[in-house]
């Protein structure tokens, strides 16, 4: 069964941390995608990744970095976290939105991050 | 910015067809139209796509209008299970996948 795996259901940081999502693919996908979801706003593309070493910024990259040394794995960086970002944070894998557009995508099951 | 539209909430009576609309007036040729759900406390999960023809798969329908300016996701009998948020997305060949707010679908025994 295909998966993408987040390191954690919740989380709970004080501000001013530096908080590391791990997310883990086993589909040999070539794209990597970390999602934010608030009540009200859908969910927002902070960056993604078309291929090892590689990351584009989506709408919303303020405040977090990533990182994808190896094709199955895509991390997400809060540098110095703030209470405006808790929210949950959805990753997921696909062959589409760089070469292959016939394609579907899977998700991980979220990380609730809580800042106080 | 969401490429598509879709009305905010629907309601459908357990047992019955439901019809999610869509409006995507600025699709290019190139795009391709996905849907996904999200269940409560779940990630979102793949329905269906189409390019130019109707499909169907053993979850849903996809129903999609000459023109391409819109499209349709049928779900031919709606279940409690079906409850959930459904999003219209578009995806093209370099475009950064983006997904709007999505339908809120309420399933009435």
């Known amino acids: 069964d295909v998966k993408v795996t987040q390191s954690s259901r919740y989380l709970v940081k004080r501000t001013g941390e530096k908080v590391f999502l791990e997310c883990v693919q086993d589909m040999d996908h070539e794209n990597m995608f970390w999602y934010r979801q608030d009540p009200g706003l859908g969910l927002r593309l902070i960056y993604f990744s078309y291929d090892v070493k590689m990351k584009e910024k989506g709408d919303i990259p303020e405040g977090y970095s990533v990182s994808r040394e190896k094709k199955e794995r895509f991390s997400l960086i809060l540098e110095s976290a703030s209470t405006n970002q808790t929210s949950m944070y959805l990753c997921?894998?696909?062959?589409?939105?760089?070469?292959?557009?016939?394609?579907?995508?899977?998700f991980g099951q979220g990380t609730r991050l809580t800042v106080v | 910015d969401a490429k598509t539209t879709q009305p905010n909430s629907m309601e459908s009576n357990e047992e019955e067809p439901v019809h999610l609309p869509c409006n995507h007036s600025?699709?290019?040729?190139?795009?391709?139209i996905h849907w996904y759900r999200q269940l409560p406390s779940q990630g979102p999960e793949y329905v269906i796509h189409g390019l130019t023809s109707n499909v169907n798969n053993r979850m849903a329908s996809l129903a999609i209008a000459e023109d391409r300016k819109s499209s349709t996701l049928i779900l031919h009998r709606a279940t409690l299970r079906d409850a959930a948020v459904y999003y219209c997305i578009l995806v093209g060949l370099y475009d950064k996948v983006i997904f709007g707010p999505g339908t809120s679908l309420s399933v009435i025994p």
């Open positions: 997921a894998s696909s062959l589409f939105g760089g070469r292959s557009m016939n394609t579907e995508a899977f």
């Open positions: 600025t699709i290019s040729g190139t795009d391709y």
